[in-house]
């Protein structure tokens, strides 16, 4: 357990490499949640803590993607309504249900993360090339951003890793425009839990205030070695690390 400036200095390094991550591959929010519980912080506490330190992150990705963002008009506006609901339903459940539920389902809501992390790829091969030219299916899509909005209302990590199988899946365009449509939804949703967040739950704003900064410089940092970084190395290093905090939540 860390305490004092080494809690500090142990956010502000998480931080960084979780912006960076998010911008190479993804998952960074996986890195941070163990980082907070090492300081002593109980998992809600770490819980709502990281999701209202992500949350800002979201900002630089969708205005550097805007232009790929113009081309998800039609399916933004059902999409952002099924995001803001799930969003305040999941957080909604955070807040409501005992303590003990939340401690039991987040050892299975990190290995579900680690689990998609380890095979995005693969799910993206098996859901093949979209048809950009084809029409979406809207009811799926719309229930499914609702679906992954109540999950990252509830549990942060991976949201966006969720929310792109989804968006390749039910509707029809280049993998690109789906990524920003992805990044625009991880904002709306992170939006909704952040202002939620930070009006009744118990957040450490201290941890949030260092974590904030070092998160958007890691992302910056990222965005410009995206290209010379390994980022399948990156992000199967998140992958032992979810998976190893999923067996010791399950444990402890």
Known sequence: MFTGWLELVLF???GFLSGAINAVAGGGSLL???ALLASGMTPLVANVTNSVAQG???????VGQRHDLADNRRRLVPTSIAAVLGS???CALLLTLPGSVFDMVVPALVGLSAVLMAFQNLIRKWLGNPDSHGPDKTVLLTAGIFLASV???YFGGARSVI???I????ANAALRTLNAAKNWLSFVGSAVTLLIYALVAPVDWLAVLTLVPTTLLGGFVGSKLARRLPSTALRYTVVVIAAAVAVYMFLD
Not at 167 to 170: C, D, I, K, M, N
């Open 56 to 62: 800002p992150g979201f900002v630089g990705a969708v």
């Open 151 to 153: 999950y990252g209302g």
């Open 32 to 34: 941070v949640f163990p």
């Open 88 to 90: 305040a339903v999941g």
């Open 12 to 14: 502000a390094v998480v």
């Open 163 to 165: 929310l792109i199988v």
């Open 167 to 170: 968006l390749v899946l039910t």
